[in-house]
């Protein structure tokens, strides 16, 4: 799992697709928003397609470049995280969101972590990817 966190905090853009309401897929990048003994949160608004889609389809794809040679792919599912310390914890800790949303019970600011994920690394070896279950 410290592997996946490193490169998730020290990836310059990660992106995430979605399924949108026509069932095409909806990629966009995204940065996460804090990571929690181990459990990993991501933030989104009630403004955004990222927040339709997940209310829809709770299942996500991320993607971020490690090197010039490989990547990992993050599939898991989506659980929004309605409770207020997750959320005074998140926008304490993270600068953009708190400029972002001011505060944690700004009703437009939605939290969600990943649940029963597989993290695959890739490399352009040839071999096949390491994967990680969490």
């Known amino acids: 799992m410290e592997n996946i966190i490193n490169v998730l905090k020290n990836s310059p853009v990660i992106f995430a697709a979605t399924v949108d309401d026509k069932n095409r897929p909806n990629n966009r990048p995204i940065a996460l928003a804090m990571e929690d003994n181990g459990i990993l949160f991501f933030s989104t608004s009630t403004e955004t397609s ?5 209310q829809k389809n709770p299942f996500i794809s991320f993607t971020a470049m490690i090197d010039q040679q490989s990547w990992i792919q993050i599939n898991a599912e989506a659980v929004f ?54």
Request: hydrophobic share 40%.
């Open 50 to 54: 990222l927040f339709r889609d997940l």
């Open 81 to 134: 995280a309605e409770d207020m310390a997750t959320k005074e914890m998140i926008i304490s800790n993270n600068q953009v969101l708190k400029k972002r949303f001011q505060t944690a019970d700004n009703r437009i600011l939605k939290i969600f972590k990943l649940s029963g994920g597989t993290a695959k690394f890739y490399d352009r070896s040839g071999n096949a990817p390491r994967i990680v279950n969490f």
